[in-house]
């Protein structure tokens, strides 16, 4: 039924936990960097989203947003992206993501976003 709600594993070894859908589909949870991020000074991030009533579409599109809580450098990411389930009831979810850094200046910003 694509219930976003719980843990779940990145291929990458990353993890976010996600809180129960509230009645508007929206959600909160934490973000946390696995092995391969690879960066000391990633910590648990704050995550909030929506998701599609699952009502309506039996898998549903999804965004949420990750407010990197970094030591250094101001970073925010949002993940687009659906929950499929396959024909054994399993839930997998598909993503697509643009990281947005803080720019010291307007000509700066073109090489902000990845």
Request: aromatic letters at 12%; proline letters at 5%.
């Amino acid at each position: 039924q694509c219930l976003l709600s719980g843990s779940w594993r990145s291929d990458t070894g990353c993890r976010m936990v996600l809180s129960a859908l509230d009645k508007d589909n929206r959600f909160s949870g934490f973000y946390l960097p696995g092995p391969a991020a690879g960066n000391s000074e990633l910590l648990t991030s704050p995550l909030e989203g929506s998701q599609q009533d699952t009502q309506l579409v039996p898998q549903p599109t999804f965004y949420f947003t990750v407010n990197w809580r970094l030591r250094e450098a101001a970073r925010t990411t949002v993940f687009l992206g659906q929950c499929y389930v396959d024909t054994n009831g399993e839930e997998t979810l598909h993503t697509l993501w643009l990281l947005r850094e803080a720019a010291d200046s307007p000509a700066e910003d073109w090489k902000a976003t990845w």
